[in-house]
């Protein structure tokens, strides 16, 4: 497994922007395909976003496409997750996870390695 460590939640106001950064270390970070999934309150945890291997193609749920952004630096063993034009609605937990895996995914099932978690609260 990889560890991961999330950073950067916080309190925003609707129309804001955060970004969340996942810092990894144990195996070959640059192997892993990595997402993003968050779980609001009395909710089940939902996929996000996701990157390849190398970053070159990414995956968005429809409730964030176009407004959230997801990155990786291999070479700093780092993940982010740039959200801009925050709603309500996208208060949670949000949560890093890295895949051992060739090709890109959106289920939590094919990730194995997960964050604690880092809160986001956007007010309306």
């Known amino acids: 497994q990889v560890q991961l460590v999330e950073s950067g939640g916080g309190y925003v106001q609707a129309g804001g922007s955060l970004i969340l950064s996942c810092a990894a270390s144990?195996?070959?970070?640059?192997?892993?395909?990595i997402g993003w999934f968050r779980q609001a309150p009395g909710k089940e945890r939902e996929f996000v976003a996701a990157?390849?291997?190398?970053?070159?193609?990414?995956y968005y749920a429809d409730s964030v496409q176009g407004r959230f952004t997801i990155s990786r630096d291999n070479a700093k063993n780092t993940v982010y997750l740039q959200m801009n034009s925050l709603k309500p609605e996208d208060t949670a937990v949000y949560y890093c996870?890295?895949?051992?895996?060739?090709?890109?995914?959106?289920?939590?099932?094919?990730?194995?390695?997960w964050g604690q978690g880092t809160q986001v609260t956007v007010s309306s």
């Open positions: 990157l390849s291997r190398n970053g070159g193609r990414t």
């Open positions: 144990g195996r070959a970070f640059s192997n892993d395909v």
């Open positions: 996870a890295a895949a051992a895996r060739r090709f890109i995914s959106s289920s939590d099932a094919d990730f194995d390695s």
